[in-house]
């Protein structure tokens, strides 16, 4: 079974902090991805990533940034913590290419910034 | 730019009955994917099914069935025989096939499965 973990299921962090989210993948995914889901926003994407060191902006980029070192790992960062970045943030992963294209999903980590 | 729309913020069922969540999309692509999710509560998100667009006939996986429309840019997810572990967000979502694969996603529908 593919497992996509992440560090934390809740978070709770001052304004202005450096905030790290991890997520780990074990299926030797290509694509990985960071979310963040809002009651009646639904899913948007921060930023994906297609390979080692790589990484695009998706939807909402503004605020946040990532570090892909490994193939395995994806973390999203926070660089000075604001109360509208309390969410529910979510890792995804997949594989470059393939019939499938389906997307693997950690546990979600709740943050809540004060 | 591609939109997913799901018009059905909150849907009930009883459970044995069926019912349809509804999704609509916009796109200029002509080859696409479209997928629905499922997040139980306190739970990660899964794959329920999965369409190509290039494919006419209906996607099927047990109790779960797409009908895609493709003129019509609709696809709907229907649950049959609905039982109460089907208790869930739903979402929907696009993937274009050109280019990165990034996904679309609409902003959910919450279904509740009545005993």
């Known amino acids: 079974d593919v497992k996509v973990t992440q560090s934390s299921r809740y978070l709770v962090k001052r304004t202005g902090e450096k905030v790290f989210l991890e997520c780990v993948q074990d299926m030797d995914h290509e694509n990985m991805f960071w979310y963040r889901q809002d009651p009646g926003l639904g899913l948007r994407l921060i930023y994906f990533?297609?390979?080692?060191?790589?990484?695009e902006k998706g939807d909402i980029p503004e605020g946040y940034s990532v570090s892909r070192e490994k193939k395995e790992r994806f973390s999203l960062i926070l660089e000075s913590a604001s109360t509208n970045q309390t969410s529910m943030y979510l890792c995804?992963?997949?594989?470059?290419?393939?019939?499938?294209?389906?997307?693997?999903f950690g546990p979600g980590t709740r943050l809540t910034v004060t | 730019a591609q939109t997913v729309t799901q018009s059905q913020p909150e849907m009930s069922v009883q459970e044995a009955e069926t019912v349809t969540l509804s999704c609509t999309y916009d796109?200029?692509?002509?080859?696409?994917?479209l997928f629905w999710y499922k997040q139980p509560p306190s739970r990660q998100m899964i794959l329920v099914i999965r369409q190509e667009a290039y494919k006419q006939q209906n996607a099927t996986e047990n109790r779960f069935s797409v009908n895609f429309q493709k003129a019509a840019k609709s696809f709907s997810l229907k649950i049959s025989d609905s039982q109460l572990g089907d208790t869930a967000m739903y979402f929907c979502?696009?993937?274009?096939?050109?280019?990165?694969?990034?996904?679309?996603f609409g902003t959910g529908t919450r279904l509740k499965v009545l005993a």
């Open positions: 796109t200029s692509e002509s080859n696409y994917y």
């Open positions: 990533s297609y390979d080692v060191k790589m990484k």
């Open positions: 979502a696009f993937m274009k096939t050109s280019g990165t694969y990034k996904y679309i």
């Open positions: 995804a992963s997949s594989f470059l290419a393939g019939y499938t294209y389906e997307q693997y």
